[in-house]
């Protein structure tokens, strides 16, 4: 499902009524009809509510109209306060306005600061609030008496159902520029906009429902739409029954290039997760201290033991051997739990150029990366990096706090420039391509912010870009069922407790829910 700013949808809107020839009062109507559908589905018994639609001069008031016909009709009495004198409103939104007012809805102006004061009583008394004050189109913050609207809609009780996007944000951007409508229930027109699906502002959104509106669907085709909230649908083909006569050959076979004195807990978390989430084969190459508390994690596990530096991590002198471990695998991991000790990275930065299969790269294999900038034009292809906000922080020289508020422009641009797939973790984890496409992943939950749980997906990824043969396809997959793995246990144990162990616990429960 594509995501879209408001100059996309402003186009969409624009072929729909001009090329395709449907009519804006019938989008408009659309609109309306699925906004209150939503409603009647959460209350069946809607006519029996205290409804106050607040609405705006513009189109979001325009649907707004449409939705309190269609309550009246139903033998509801919604109050429209409309922020506006009637003579304002212009256009479709014009339209409904008089056919509203015609049919004996209530409409009572509410053009000014001073009589919003004397009206938002409206407010306290009832039981379900339409915000129909802005959409798509707001640029700047709310100020004057839609900025007064908004802080006492917020101030209600009342259950809040917002038309389109709540009042207040931005559909370009996921900060929050201003005040804003905090809705229990958002109804998406015809797509989903980045500030729905993205925190800050996604927390304002409550419930997500995207109504289809009748623009056409080939109309979201268009390469120069970039952004994709990942659906169930997307990912489930990756997800199919195996063939009977299959054996451990047909899945591959991981090689695994990690750990160091006292992290060997990461590796296996990787390997297990490779190995539970589907690959036939595992191996891991590891500093040779390390290897006997690996050897004993899981039997499943096949272990190499490799030259080590005093410190007990992988040594520069491994080149030679890993090389011919290498031969016959099927793709490569390299980083949870190595170290950025000056001999381990010598090693990592000249092995890259020579791997010949994909490779995942993660953790400390991430933070030599960004010692070492050079290194990433000479990463093989594919390549798929999966950092949290620090790491990719470190590898383009930004904060922290600078990735997370520019996200999707800084992940586009590295994977663009670089060829890379870009795995940014955290809640809505992103995937961008080497295309600078980035798709939103809808799983997971705050449980899983807790060590470990990137050593996991990179195992998941791993693993199903060996059995799918699809990067950006067995990416997007990996990344779903982690967050449904987690989702599933944050069901059963809460988020607090979740560590990532179970997340590799879970797994098992997450892959039969997405094989059905």
């Given amino acids: 499902m594509k995501v879209l700013t408001s100059i996309q949808m402003k186009e969409i809107d624009r072929k729909t009524i001009e090329g395709i020839g449907i009519p804006g009062p019938v989008l408009m109507e659309n609109a309306g009809i699925r906004i209150t559908q939503a409603i009647l589905k959460r209350f069946p018994e809607a006519v029996e509510q205290n409804i106050v639609v607040v609405a705006g001069k513009g189109n979001n008031g325009g649907d707004g109209f449409v939705v309190a016909r269609h309550l009246f009709n139903m033998g509801a009495r919604p109050t429209v306060l409309l922020l506006a004198k009637k003579e304002d409103v212009k256009g479709d939104a014009a339209l409904n306005l008089a056919v509203a007012d015609r049919i004996g809805v209530k409409i009572v102006e509410v053009p000014t600061e001073a009589e919003w004061k004397k009206r938002r009583m409206e407010l306290w008394h009832a039981s379900l609030i339409v915000d129909a004050i802005f959409g798509t189109g707001l640029l700047k913050p709310a100020e004057g008496i ?86 169930k649908t997307t990912v489930a083909p990756y997800f199919k029954k195996r063939k009977k006569d299959s054996h451990k050959g047909s899945y591959g076979h991981l090689f695994v290039l990690a750990g160091s004195l006292g992290k060997t807990g990461a590796v296996v978390m990787a390997g297990k997760a490779a190995l539970r989430t589907g690959t036939g084969l595992v191996t891991i190459g590891t500093p040779q201290s390390c290897l006997p508390a690996i050897a004993n994690s899981m039997m499943e596990l096949m272990t190499e033991a490799l030259p080590e530096t005093p410190q007990k991590t992988l040594s520069e002198s491994a080149i030679p051997l890993i090389l011919d471990l290498m031969k016959g695998k099927d793709a490569v991991l390299i980083g949870p739990g190595i170290s950025t000790h000056p001999s381990t990275a010598r090693l990592v930065t000249s092995l890259l150029p020579k791997i010949k299969v994909p490779v995942v790269i993660d953790a400390d294999g991430l933070n030599i990366l960004a010692a070492h900038p050079d290194a990433l034009k000479s990463l093989p292809k594919p390549a798929v990096l999966t950092p949290h906000p620090g790491e990719f922080g470190r590898l383009i020289g930004r904060s922290n706090r600078d990735v997370l508020d520019h996200r999707l422009e800084l992940a586009s641009r590295f ?58 396809g067995a990416t997007l997959a990996a990344v779903y069922l982690h967050g449904l793995s987690g989702d599933i246990g944050a069901r059963i144990l809460g988020e607090r407790a979740l560590i990532a162990g179970d997340l590799i616990k879970y797994l098992p429960k997450a892959l039969k829910e997405m094989e059905s």
């Avoid at 559909?171 to 729905?196: E, Y």
């Avoid at 995937?431 to 912010?449: C, D, Q």
């Fill in 146 to 231: 839609y900025a007064a609207a908004i802080e006492d809609i917020n101030k209600s009780k009342a259950f809040k159902v917002a038309v389109d996007i709540p009042s207040g944000l931005s559909s370009d951007t996921h900060l929050i520029i201003g005040p804003a409508v905090k809705a229990d229930l958002t109804v998406a027109l015809a797509a989903p906009k980045i500030g729905h699906v993205l925190p800050p502002a996604e927390e304002f959104v409550g419930e997500l429902v995207v109504a289809d509106i009748s623009v056409p669907p080939f109309l979201f085709d268009d390469p120069a739409l970039k952004i994709e909230f990942v659906e």
């Fill in 415 to 472: 994977s663009e420039q670089f060829g890379v797939y870009l795995v940014l973790k955290g809640y809505r984890t992103l995937i961008a391509t080497p295309e600078g496409r980035v798709f939103i992943n809808p799983t997971g939950n705050p449980g899983m912010a807790t060590g470990g749980s990137g050593d996991v997906l990179s195992g998941m990824i791993a693993s199903l870009i060996i059995q799918e043969k699809d990067v950006l």
